[in-house]
């Protein structure tokens, strides 16, 4: 059974920075990609950060270019998202998704495209 399990989250201050963990345990499937995803209190869910299964290609947001950083472990079935010059609008529940891939190039910025989802780890950003 597919489950992810969130970690990192908290209250910062505008500017700093903040690392988010995404524990995956796929079985029995072996390959996926991943993606990160926040919603803000009355937003939809909105698409911030993907990664292939190999982690050579990874997708970004426009909001967060430049600023957050996903990347994966495979050995240690972990997806990492690293946050840098936090604002205040980057405050929302950060959901951290997987789906099962044969292909080493597939992502998706969609979160539909997502069956298996961890139940999101809080990021609030003070001005």
């Known amino acids: 059974q597919v489950q992810l399990a969130e970690s990192g989250g908290g209250l910062v201050q505008a500017g700093d920075s903040l690392r988010l963990s995404c524990a995956v345990s796929?079985?029995?499937?072996?390959?996926?990609?991943a993606g990160w995803f926040r919603q803000a209190p009355g937003k939809s869910r909105e698409f911030v950060a993907a990664?292939?299964?190999?982690?050579?290609?990874?997708y970004y947001a426009d909001a967060v270019k430049g600023r957050f950083t996903i990347s994966k472990d495979n050995d240690k079935n972990t997806v990492y998202l690293q946050m840098h010059i936090l604002k205040p609008e980057d405050t929302a529940v950060y959901y951290c998704?997987?789906?099962?891939?044969?292909?080493?190039?597939?992502?998706?910025?969609?979160?539909?495209?997502?069956?298996?989802w961890g139940q999101g780890t809080q990021v609030t950003v003070s001005s």
């Open positions: 998704a997987a789906e099962p891939t044969l292909s080493s190039g597939d992502y998706s910025t969609n979160p539909t495209s997502y069956n298996y």
């Open positions: 796929t079985r029995p499937y072996s390959n996926y990609y």
């Open positions: 990664i292939t299964w190999t982690g050579e290609r990874t």
